[in-house]
Nanobody, 123 residues
Framework: QVQLVESGGGLVQAGGSLRLSCAAS????????MGWFRQAPGKEREFVAA????????DYADSMKGRFTISRDYYKNTVYLQIDSLNPDDTAVYYC????????????????WGQGTQVTVSS
């Protein structure tokens, strides 16, 4: 079992930055590959970024490259998502997830999910 708790969301003005955190715990967390997804109102959940269990490999959705940075502190069991130059289209609930396959973009391959953290960007 893996437990995930996201934090760091909030209300921010367009052009600002946020760093989201995902604290992981559980027996298999150190060998889990991690991903960030987001879901805006009325839209499907979409892949944002993924990172391997070691932190040595990352992957981003094409539309997220350049403004989003995923990182991992292996010893703190925490995964981060830095978001820069926020715009209103980034408004969504952001979820972190853990799964057995590195670089996986499909939500179905992630077995564990956090409760999400709301990011709201005002114009």
């Amino acid at each position: 079992q893996v437990q995930l708790v996201e934090s760091g969301g909030g209300l921010v003005q367009a052009g600002g930055s946020l760093r989201l955190s995902c604290a992981a715990s559980g027996r298999t967390v150190s060998s889990s590959h991690m991903g960030w997804f987001r879901q805006a109102p009325g839209k499907e959940r979409e892949f944002v970024a993924a990172i391997s269990w070691s932190g040595g490999s990352t992957d981003y959705a094409d539309s997220m490259k350049g403004r989003f940075t995923i990182s991992r502190d292996y010893y703190k069991n925490t995964v981060y998502l830095q978001i820069d130059s926020l715009n209103p289209d980034d408004t969504a609930v952001y979820y972190c997830a853990a799964g057995p396959r590195a670089g996986e973009r499909r939500p179905g391959w992630y077995y564990y999910w956090g409760q999400g953290t709301q990011v709201t960007v005002s114009s």
